[in-house]
């Protein structure tokens, strides 16, 4: 081992997962970027990564076929009771899956090293923060991490010799025998991967795949699922949530957390130029927002990120010219294209079709093959301050206080491009029934609309119906310094399939709406599913858009939204005894509304 660690947790469980896993050396980062840059160099010297000619110090990652997104089916909350784990999570008892797992673990890094990695989720320091330590026998994740969270041997000054930290171990399950040849992206086979939680322990066991969302367990795992879990039993919020600073023309700031399901847009709307003169917006985070109650009896943000993990198809400078900016050096991509002059492409990335590309499966690709060039999940990996429109508060340990939750998902139909909740009571309430239609972030069926409360389905370590309730407790905590809510659909298509809303900078129109509402400058009209925007109130100025396309947008068909009932019936059925009675009358109050 290259260091010597002094935290006895820290030593000891380095030297219990060392003798199960038989890794043939230790090492223990330090975040360094001669760190960083030895490692990258060692993965293009055994063929795993691409060295770009055109962006400096940025790779190319292909990654088995079998191993490119979330695996949702083998993810597990195991708490000691299924109940505690609730309807939306795969169980298994905790005993059980650790025999199981252990198993597999036993000389899973034979002929590999092990690297420890000791990182902050928040700024190193900040009483916000928590400190988590992965081992894993994976480089890719070590240079991810590295980008992704903060990771350097202060955490480790900072854990002294009893500090806590959150423990995360990770294995691609692909041990080498001697003499045996490595693979490009070697991992396990599917019905051997577990993404395994036990929040009750704050701990993280993962075995089998190298994909971002499973194996960077600083992320999904650890400032989601571990930190919901914290969060409810101290107080607090832990949440698939994007973070935005809005400055009008006069200055004046609102903060805006928003939670849309993944390869929903939570990327390009956290880093969107407003199309609006005068107003402006920087990102503070893109994926996650820790909340805690301020003592100006506030809700103030932090994003416990420091990198982004964000969807590269469809990325182009029409869309989101802000994280174009953010990945042109330095940069980490996986399952891209790749040029003939040594760049990465992506479907959508450019107006015309390059005429060869070598696709994410290592084969050529010219414009006439069938098959996508990238993969739909294909992912850039970037730092934060990196990026042009990073806010200067984005690490500022207070946080930013949230005046806006947006809630929302991807419906083609149905759900009007913005309304607001009538209170807190019924934002909760809209956030517990969101829906989405499926994507690639997750392996599984694309397009199928299902049930995401508060684009947590994949992500709430306990039981979602005391997740609700937690959320209503909140309300009553916050009082009349509750952010105000409201739901959006930037995806409602006409007849002919066609988008109605232009998106990306023009999503500005809408947050305008939300802060005139919030300072009162603007009424609403009631409607059964919310408050709507008055006629005319959306400032559409210099917009080519005609009044029928908006009528259609913003429509709200009775017929249409009755026929959501069973299915939100059905979705609120699962949680029994667990649904806050106070969710159940709104339902009641929203049938009786639609008539
Ligand atoms: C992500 C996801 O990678 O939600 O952020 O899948
Ligand atoms: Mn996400």
């Not at 009896?297 to 994003?303: C, E, F, P, T």
């Not at 198809?313 to 399952?335: H, Q």
């Not at 019924?426 to 684009?455: K, M, Q």
Request: proline residues 6%; charged residues 25%.
């Amino acid at each position: 081992m290259n260091s010597t660690v002094k935290n006895k947790k820290l030593s000891d469980w380095i030297t219990e997962v060392a003798g199960m896993c038989q890794p043939d050396s230790i090492y223990v980062c330090d975040g360094s970027r001669e760190e960083y840059d030895g490692m990258v160099e060692k993965l293009v010297l055994s063929g795993s990564a691409i060295p770009l000619k055109k962006r400096p110090r940025s790779y190319l990652f292909l990654s088995d076929p079998s191993d490119v997104a979330r695996v949702e089916d083998r993810t597990f909350i195991s708490t000691s009771s299924q109940a505690e784990a609730g309807p939306t999570n795969n169980w298994l008892d905790p005993a059980a899956l650790k025999e199981t797992m252990k198993s597999l673990y036993r000389g899973c890094m034979k002929g590999r090293t092990m690297y420890v990695i000791p990182f902050s989720m928040g700024p190193i320091g900040s009483p916000i923060s928590k400190i988590g330590v992965e081992i894993t026998d994976s480089p890719y994740v070590v240079v991810n991490m590295h980008i992704m969270t903060r990771v350097s041997s202060s955490v480790l000054e900072i854990l002294g010799t009893d500090g806590d930290f959150i423990p995360c171990l990770h294995s691609i399950g692909a041990p080498l025998e001697k003499g045996q040849k490595d693979v490009q992206w070697p991992c396990a086979p599917m019905e051997s991967k577990y993404i395994s939680h036990f929040p009750e322990e704050n701990l993280i066991w993962s075995y089998g795949s190298g994909y971002g969302g499973n194996a960077l367990l600083g992320k999904k795992c650890l400032a989601l699922r571990i930190a919901s879990a914290m969060a409810r039993r101290e107080g607090w919020l832990a949440e698939h949530m994007l973070i935005l600073r809005l400055t009008d023309p006069d200055g004046k700031q609102y903060h805006i957390a928003a939670a849309f399901p993944s390869a929903c847009g939570k990327t390009n709307l956290a880093m969107m130029q407003p199309s609006l003169k005068g107003w402006k917006c920087e990102c503070i985070g893109d994926d996650i927002a820790w909340m805690k109650i301020a003592s100006d009896g506030r809700l103030h943000a932090i994003n416990p990120e420091s990198g982004f993990f964000g969807v590269a198809p469809g990325t182009s400078y029409d869309t989101n010219p802000m994280a174009m900016d953010t990945i042109r050096e330095n940069a980490i991509f996986t399952n891209c294209a790749l040029t003939d002059d040594g760049d990465v492409w992506w479907e959508g990335m450019t107006g015309d079709l390059p005429s060869h590309l070598i696709d994410w499966k290592g084969r050529d690709w010219t414009p006439e093959s069938k098959a996508d060039a990238a993969h739909p999940n294909a992912r850039f990996t970037a730092a934060a301050s990196q990026c042009p429109v990073i806010c200067k508060d984005w690490e500022n340990p207070d946080g930013v206080p949230i005046d806006i939750f947006i809630f929302g998902g991807r419906r083609g139909s149905v759900v009007p491009l913005v309304y607001e909740a009538f209170s807190w009571e019924h934002g909760v309430f809209l956030g517990a029934t969101a829906a989405s239609e499926t994507t690639s972030a997750n392996i599984g069926a694309i397009g199928n609309l299902r049930r995401d409360p508060f684009a947590m389905k994949p992500f709430c370590g306990y039981n979602m119906g005391d997740y609700f309730q937690h959320w209503l407790d909140m309300g009553e905590r916050l009082g009349s310094k509750a952010p105000r809510i409201f739901y959006v659909n930037w995806f409602r298509k006409n007849q002919d399939g066609k988008f109605l809303w232009p998106g990306f900078s023009d999503n500005s129109r809408v947050l305008k709406w939300m802060c005139e509402r919030v300072d009162n400058k603007t009424g609403a009209r009631k409607s059964p599913i919310g408050l709507l925007p008055l006629e005319g109130a959306l400032d559409l100025s210099c917009l080519s858009m005609g009044s029928e396309d908006m009528r259609e947008l913003m429509s709200v068909d009775t017929a249409e939204w009755k026929a959501e009932i069973p299915d939100i019936e059905a979705h609120f059925a699962m949680f029994g005894k667990r649904l806050p009675q106070r969710l159940r009358k709104q339902l009641k109050d929203f049938s009786e509304r639609l008539g």
